[in-house]
């Protein structure tokens, strides 16, 4: 009770009003964490220009704890939901009873480890903790929650030898740190610090022994720690080194070092810290690093079973993330700032933000419209821009477009007026090509640059399309290409010939048919800022509830498609286009089956509302 009344001396009452924000993503953590005392908060993401919310704390929850475990910056909106009062607990104050109290230490950390607000809420056991993670309830990727992987094996030495030798040993191994050791017993430490506050400032001489200086005792644990856990020691004893033993203890054998480096590295595939890390990237290489852990994530997210559709939408914003850091250190290395105001656009399945695999770049430049003797400068200076971020992007991984639908092809880098010009032309003469590209074209998201250029296009877009059925037949006409992929005895339809015979093309025979009737129902719904598939489709379901179940069958559909195919990319390192149906189980190959129905189902609708009968 004296530690209480103690804490409750230093803690603020905080008053919320309805909407009131707490923090937001992105700022730095407070020197307090809060708990709910009267009213509700929420805890949301910004996703495609939506708030969604992911969890909500009501009486008694806890929020705001990431100072205790991690050293980045919230990850959630934290608004309050209904007038509230919050109690605003000091950590620095808290943080000595949270050691001092097993209890206290065991409840944070469990809350922490466990997604939950209160380990001991029956009812509420199973969902987030608030503001650690990004993703849906049945997200469980958090690496803060999983083992730790450690250095193995690491050096060590005898406590008998010269500071000297121990300072050769780290420069041969170009290491941080060597553990003390005496009969195969950690005993103490030398660190790099070490070095410098005791030999470095003269207190100790170089030729004294390693046991005058080491630090000691040695912080011991087991091997299958989590990060959390590990975190919460460091923090605790105010150390950046911990040795793994075989059993957790002093009196057993040394088997492997944790520093703060690892734990760093553990939380790398975390996407709010490879968000961070693309905001602070230096070069192209560095890009390159933060998707290879996105690669990681990914793979991860699919053995742990994350619905595709999540993924996508951590994944899409760690791509935006990139190419905008690109476009950022490309307009640095011109040397010279954009002369007029612009937009990037991500088209394809960049723009719908499907692309999960390291595919090739589909992307755009639009700049506001200049006098005439002007526009050839300007251009210049955008179509050179452009050049630099592709190259950066190519260096990241993405390929280059073998058709060159980029930025850097004059085609596709054109003022506000020019891409209006190219719509009305693909709009009105819809031919074949004309067809193609609009299919391409109408799958853009704005990436960086002044978002109103974009939106005056859109604005034109929906002009000319408004009614206009000669357009929606043709696009409609071009949806139908590609029935459902099963013969009349539902046997696959494989490739007859070429490099690919006999194999399954999910992208061309199963993606594509619906992500084209997608993109065909929302523009002629007038669906404005929603380009990816599964969203899409969950939109028309909302819209149209006499087709709900249809549409709802589509998204399940494509979601089930695009993870065989990402799937089968990673296995291959490949583009995942094609399938070897021998390597699938026969309940793979059910699978794949029931998602071609509702592309039957959907063409069905195509047909009736564009009177395609005469095109098909």
């Known amino acids: ?142 690496q803060y929650f999983k083992p730790i992987s450690f250095t193995e094996n690491p050096i060590t030495a005898s406590g008998k030898v010269t500071v000297k030798s121990i300072a050769e040993i780290m420069v041969k191994y170009k290491i941080g740190s060597v553990v003390i050791e005496e009969k195969q017993l950690p005993i103490g430490i030398i660190t790099d610090k070490d070095l410098r506050s005791k030999i470095a400032t003269g207190i100790f001489a170089i030729n004294d022994t390693a046991d005058q200086i080491m630090s000691t005792p040695l912080i011991t644990v087991p091997a299958n720690r989590s990060v959390a856990e590990i975190q919460l020691l460091m923090m605790q004893h105010n150390i950046g080194h911990l040795c793994v033993t075989s059993d957790g203890t002093p009196q057993s054998v040394i088997i492997g070092i944790i520093s703060e480096h690892d734990v760093f590295t553990a939380q790398a595939n975390n996407p709010g810290v490879l968000v961070k890390q693309t905001k602070r990237a230096r070069t192209a290489v560095e890009l390159k690093a933060i998707r290879e852990n996105l690669t990681k994530l990914i793979v991860n997210a699919l053995y742990e079973n994350i619905p595709i559709a999540h993924i996508c939408q951590i994944a899409g914003e760690i791509n935006t993330s990139i190419t905008r850091r690109a476009i950022e250190l490309s307009i640095l290395k011109m040397k010279k700032q954009p002369p007029v105001r612009f937009a990037w656009l991500n088209i394809g399945s960049q723009g719908r933000k499907e692309q999960l695999l390291l595919t090739d770049q589909d992307n755009a430049l639009v700049f506001e419209d200049v006098a005439a003797e002007r526009y050839v400068e300007v251009k210049k200076y955008f179509i050179r821009l452009a050049e630099n971020v592709i190259h950066i992007l190519s260096t990241v991984g993405y390929e280059l477009c073998p058709a060159e639908m980029m930025a850097s092809n004059p085609l596709w880098c054109k003022s506000v007026t020019e891409w209006k010009e190219q719509y009305v032309t693909w709009i009105h003469s819809p031919g074949e090509k004309g067809i193609l590209m609009c299919s391409i074209f109408f799958d853009y998201d704005f990436v960086y640059g002044d978002k109103t250029l974009v939106d005056a296009i859109t604005e034109a877009i929906f002009k000319n399309i408004d009614n206009n059925q000669i357009f929606f037949a043709y696009l409609g006409g071009d949806a139908m290409k590609s029935p459902p992929p099963l013969g009349f005895f539902r046997q696959f339809l494989l490739e007859k010939d070429g490099e690919y015979k006999d194999s399954f093309d999910v992208k061309g025979r199963g993606l594509m048919p619906l992500i084209d009737a997608a993109r065909l129902l929302c523009l002629n719904q007038k669906i404005i800022g929603l380009n990816n598939t599964f969203l899409r489709f969950k939109e028309l379901a909302a819209l149209e509830p006499q087709n709900a179940a249809i549409y709802e069958a589509c998204s399940e559909a494509f979601s089930v498609l695009q993870k065989f195919r990402t799937e089968e990319g990673f296995a291959s390192n490949s583009t995942g286009r094609y399938l070897d149906l021998n390597k699938l189980s026969k309940l793979d190959k059910v699978k794949l089956k029931n998602a071609f129905q509702p592309i039957h189902e959907v063409q069905e609708i195509l047909k009736t509302r564009f009177q395609l009968t005469y095109f098909t």
């Open 1 to 142: 009770m004296p530690d209480l009344i103690a804490i409750s001396k230093e803690s603020q009452v905080v008053y919320l009003e309805k909407n009131q924000v707490l923090f937001n993503v992105n700022d730095q953590p407070h020197s307090f964490f809060y708990v709910v005392k009267d009213g509700a908060v929420g805890l949301s993401i910004s996703y495609d220009e939506k708030q969604i919310l992911i969890d909500k704390c009501d009486e008694g929850d806890i929020l705001g704890l990431r100072p205790f475990f991690a050293k980045d910056n919230y990850l959630m909106d934290a608004m309050a939901h209904e007038e509230s009062l919050v109690y605003a607990i000091p950590i620095a104050v808290f943080k000595p009873y949270v050691f001092r109290n097993p209890e206290v230490s065991a409840f944070l950390l469990e809350s922490f480890a466990s997604n939950t607000r209160n380990p001991y809420d029956k009812e509420n056991r199973g969902k987030l903790i608030s503001e650690n993670v990004i993703y849906k309830e049945q997200d469980t990727t958090m």
